[in-house]
């Protein structure tokens, strides 16, 4: 299934790569994988993510700036870079601080269509 | 003083640079810059990346991420960075959708130190 190849590729395909995830705004995941090993709990990330995106719509409408259409966060621990798919999914990313940032975003560009295209 | 040279070089010396702003957690700004002409409104946006920044922190705590220090979010209309000063104060750069990313980000980062030593 595109969904399950997309999210391993991201991961396998990134330097770095801990977990990927397609996910409904309300944080139900379409599609996850994690790296074997790494010990990401995408079920908890699911919700706050969501949080983050209804956050960020709101700033976003509040300056009148469109709609998000990336999203990246570091911390001590993760890179974390969310795409959102359409109104109602986005794809997010997540990677270790060393991680390749540049080859992981233009990895969820270039997937973003193909996913799309199934919805 | 620093806080004000430091947001107009952000701004100026970042091609697309249209605002930049030192506020502290709840939204009230330290000092901010707009470039002339540009239509930004730095009031409304400080107490929307409050709240964003309130969101980001929960995120990063319930993945056990450590503490924020970057944030990038993308819209049609804008670029927008933020980056931690410290636990009270950050920094944000608004870009035009064409901007400089890279260069706004190397200008926060090595402007920080300066700003965190004033305070």
Do not use: C
């Not at 770095?16 to 705004?25: P, Q, T, Y």
């Not at 798919?85 to 990313?93: H, V």
Request: proline share 4%; hydrophobic share 45%.
């Amino acid at each position: 299934m595109i969904f399950d190849e997309v999210v391993k590729k991201a991961v396998e395909e990134t330097s770095g790569g801990l977990a990927a995830v397609i996910m409904a705004r309300d944080g139900i995941a379409l599609s996850s994988y994690i790296k074997p090993g790494s010990a990401i709990d995408l079920e908890t990330l699911g919700i706050e993510y969501a949080n983050l995106l209804a956050a960020t719509s709101r700033a976003s409408e509040a300056m009148d700036a469109g709609p998000l259409s990336e999203l990246q966060l570091t911390t001590d621990k993760y890179l974390t870079l969310l795409r959102s798919l359409n109104p109602e999914y986005f794809i997010a990313l997540i990677l270790e601080p060393a991680g390749n940032l540049g080859k992981g975003r233009f990895i969820l560009r270039v997937s973003a269509p193909a996913i799309v295209k199934e919805f």
